[in-house]
């Protein structure tokens, strides 16, 4: 009973901050940039959180994050401007397209362990990659122009229902088991966990948001291009997971608001832009080598409830 | 005591060239409490990987309940009800007392992914459930009180416990624990032989152990195999191994058998 006023707290708390952006941004307070910083956040956010699934979860490293962006960014472009549906359609066709690209790629590769399995992800992201560039019908490596269609709400509640379903996921039988397999896989085999399944299930989850977030970042973007999804975006997107402190999802939330406004304010002096970001990162693994948070969530530093709690 | 649980005939892994194991031939009945015993790197451990699905065996069969079990993934074999506990303890350190044992209760509860993201009434049943049956387990083993603790901050003796709660809740018909007294003191070692009689009787499980611990053995087991060299050189009851001259031989050396 108690957890669920705490649940109710947090919903009050994000139609709070909705309605004050969205009103702010209607009235002219919050200028196009913050605004577009805002939903990238969000983006990033999404980015992050659906990563965290895989690797801070399930345990699975997996570095190949942007290929399932890119498969919902050009899929929600097509369903946009090729078919000329509603944005909303192209969301959902983005992450389910995305999901099956998880399946596909998630059922061979999870096999292999820590390294094997990063290097082949991040080969599969590329292979992605290198098909998009070569099929005209989008654009090739020239890119693809997407009507701009996010607005905050899409961006906000993507977010939040991200967030919502990743952490009930996580507080349930389902999340336990994939966390024993980070923990130990062959104990979590050995108590009767089909391991394979609940890692391609995490994968192809967090497949299914990155092509979400594929979608809002496409049409909020004007005109995406290969490139933009390239091992650099995933490493960005490790970047959030490793900086908040692996198994930690508010830590990856907070981690991946605190690098996009760092980046956005960056992006004024482009000559140091990457020399100030590689200190910060250094910085914060020197002083907190298990990331922002390490395994905790934020709200076992106040005094919400338990530690551990079970239901939300 | 009369139904056959578990049957291994001829059973063998081969390593590259080296021949871990070979020609086991093991009948446990139900209800009995079997000892696997043997000097370090007899292949007892090894055994214990065939028998619940981490290797497959090169060579021989394992049928449990009149069913084929070699070959098949560990989950399917502790699916089947057999499960175990490990030598190096291997819990799931960063996951709660509680969260240990009702990871093995997985299969107890029905709801389904959808359900637990969509928090339905068959979430909050199952997960009940899984919490109810869990924190009982716990109870037996006096770990109840430690429920919210993290597995890596138990004393070294109730990380030994807590692996047996969590193998029983996978809710086996055989239970097969590797070394449990390993680097316990003999008072705990007491309390546990008196745990194990007790869960034996409570819960109608036969059960197979690998233990140095030779008090422990003798003392409870009805039963003992022998492993040298990866080959068995004795079965019998207690009281046949303790003056089988092989057994000696293969602790204490030839010398001291002339």
Redesign the interface.
């Known amino acids: 009973m108690k957890k669920s006023k705490v649940f109710w707290a947090y919903v009050a708390i994000a139609i709070i901050v909705y309605a004050v952006v969205q009103f702010s941004m209607s009235s002219g307070m919050i200028g196009s940039y913050y605004s577009n910083m805002l939903i990238i956040m969000c983006v990033n956010i999404i980015l992050a959180v659906s990563l965290h699934l895989i690797i801070g979860i399930t345990g699975q490293f997996s570095i190949g994050h942007a290929g399932f962006m890119a498969v919902g960014a050009y899929i929600s472009a097509i369903v946009t401007m090729k078919l000329d549906l509603p944005f909303i359609v192209a969301i959902v066709a983005a992450g389910v397209v995305a999901l099956f690209a998880g399946l596909l790629i998630g059922i061979p590769t999870l096999r292999l362990r820590g390294d094997y399995l990063a290097i082949a992800t991040l080969g599969f992201a590329e292979i992605i990659r290198i098909v998009i560039v070569n099929i005209d019908y989008v654009g090739g490596a020239a890119g693809m122009t997407v009507s701009r269609q996010t607005t905050w709400t899409y961006a906000f509640f993507a977010m939040v229902i991200t967030i919502?379903?990743i952490a009930?996921?996580t507080k349930?039988?389902?999340?336990?088991?994939c966390?024993?397999i980070?923990?130990?896989e062959?104990?979590?085999?050995?108590?009767?966990?089909?391991?394979t399944y609940y890692k391609v299930?995490a994968f192809a989850i967090g497949a299914f948001f990155a092509g979400v977030a594929g979608a809002i970042f496409s049409h909020q973007l004007f005109f995406i291009q290969p490139t933009s999804f390239g091992f650099l975006k995933s490493f960005d997107i490790l970047i959030y997971v490793v900086l908040g402190g692996l198994?930690s999802l508010s830590g990856s939330v907070l981690a991946a608001v605190l690098l996009t406004i760092v980046s956005t304010y960056l992006a004024e002096f482009p000559e140091t832009r990457m020399i100030i970001y590689s200190l910060v990162l250094i910085l914060v693994m020197l002083y907190r080598p298990t990331g922002l948070l390490g395994?905790k969530e934020i709200t076992q530093f106040f005094k919400f409830g338990?530690?551990?709690g079970?239901?939300? | 005591m009369t139904n056959l649980l578990l049957n291994v005939e001829q059973l063998g892994i081969q390593f590259g060239g080296l021949k871990a194991v070979q020609n086991v031939d093991m009948q446990l009945f139900e209800g009995e409490l079997i000892g696997l015993i043997g000097p370090n790197g007899a292949g007892k451990t090894t055994t214990f990987n065939m028998l619940t699905g981490v290797y497959a065996p090169t060579t021989g069969s394992i049928t449990f309940q009149n069913e084929k079990i070699s070959g098949l993934d560990p989950y399917k074999v502790t699916q089947k009800g057999i499960s175990r506990t490990f030598q190096n303890i291997r819990l799931f350190k960063e996951l709660t007392v509680l969260e240990n044992v009702e990871v093995a209760n997985h299969s107890l509860a029905t709801h389904g992914i959808i359900a637990s993201i969509l928090r339905l009434p068959s979430f909050f049943k199952g997960e009940q459930k899984m919490e109810d049956e869990s924190l009982a387990f716990l109870k037996i083993f006096g770990l109840d009180t430690y429920k919210d603790e993290f597995a890596k901050n138990l004393p070294y003796g109730m990380q030994r416990r807590l692996e047996i709660a969590r193998a029983l809740a996978a809710n086996p018909r055989l239970l097969l624990l590797d070394e449990p007294a390993a680097g316990m003191n003999p008072q705990e070692t007491h309390e546990l032989m008196e745990l194990i009689a007790f869960i034996r009787k409570e819960f109608n499980l036969t059960i197979l152990l690998i233990e140095h611990d030779m008090n422990l053995v003798m003392g409870i087991c009805e039963r003992i195999y022998v492993l040298d060299h990866g080959q068995l050189i004795a079965d019998g009851t207690p009281e046949e191994i303790r003056s089988n001259p092989k057994v000696i031989e293969a602790y204490l050396g030839e010398e001291v058998v002339e």
């Open positions: 919502i379903v009930n996921y349930s039988r389902h999340g336990r088991a966390i024993a980070r923990e130990d062959i104990a979590a085999d050995a108590m009767g966990i089909n391991t299930v198994g395994t338990k530690k551990g079970k239901n939300v």
